[in-house]
T-cell receptor
Framework: GEDVEQSLFLSVREGDSSVINCTYTDSSSTYLYWYKQEPGAGLQLLTYIFSNMDMKQDQRLTVLLNKKDKHLSLRIADTQTGDSAIYFCAESMGDTGRRALTFGSGTRLQVQP | DSGVTQTPKHLITATGQRVTLRCSPRSGDLSVYWYQQSLDQGLQFLIQYYNGEERAKGNILERFSAQQFPDLHSELNLSSLELGDSALYFC????????????FGPGTRLTVT
């Protein structure tokens, strides 16, 4: 079945690293994503990782994937107050042409100055 | 700005009514996805269209329907509205149905009173 789980809340101090975690259950997932949602805004695609990769780095963002444990994490280095938002983990499945996303419930990141 | 546009931004209507939400995908994108975000259910996939044809269905109620027009814009029709239909409705687009990048619009906030 499809189920993506995330912790609900994370608070960090400005300048620290943030690590947001996610677990998924469907081993047939092909791509795993991180989206950011700021208050009153849509979903911004931050990064994604293909299921045959272990790690992907993109500027301040590092995604780690542990396929054995079905665990995905997003590390934000040097966290800034502008990073305060809700972060959603998502997986896509289905054959080519049918790549609907299944989302977790979101992790609210609060960055304290 | 993702390049995906949605109108209207806000919609307030009464129970039993019918509304139409509109989405224009990013230039060149052939696939459109509709998602619903509510406090109860989180973010859920509703339906996908690719180049005018329905490609995949998720948790879409029978009272809801969608279509994609030859110019690739899409409309989501919600009828016999209930209080529980109050939610944010997002449209996302991708280049082809199997593309790993989905870009989201700003959403339409529907309030049913």
């Amino acid at each position: 079945g499809e189920d993506v789980e995330q912790s609900l809340f994370l608070s960090v101090r400005e300048g620290d690293s943030s690590v947001i975690n996610c677990t998924y259950t469907d081993s047939s997932s092909t791509y795993l994503y991180w989206y950011k949602q700021e208050p009153g805004a849509g979903l911004q695609l931050l990064t994604y990782i293909f299921s045959n990769m272990d790690m992907k780095q993109d500027q301040r963002l590092t995604v780690l994937l542990n396929k054995k444990d079905k665990h995905l994490s997003l590390r934000i280095a040097d966290t800034q107050t502008g990073d305060s938002a809700i972060y959603f983990c998502a997986e896509s499945m289905g054959d080519t042409g049918r790549r609907a996303l299944t989302f977790g419930s979101g992790t609210r990141l609060q960055v304290q100055p | 700005d993702s390049g995906v546009t949605q109108t209207p931004k806000h919609l307030i209507t009464a129970t039993g009514q019918r509304v139409t939400l509109r989405c224009s995908p990013r230039s060149g994108d052939l696939s459109v996805y509709w998602y619903q975000q509510s406090l109860d259910q989180g973010l859920q996939f509703l339906i996908q269209y690719y180049n005018g044809e329905e490609r995949a269905k998720g948790n879409i109620l029978e009272r809801f329907s969608a279509q994609q027009f030859p110019d690739l814009h899409s409309e989501l029709n919600l009828s016999s509205l209930e209080l529980g239909d109050s939610a944010l409705y997002f449209c996302a687009s991708s280049l082809v149905g199997g593309s790993y990048e989905q870009y989201f619009g700003p959403g339409t906030r529907l309030t049913v009173t």
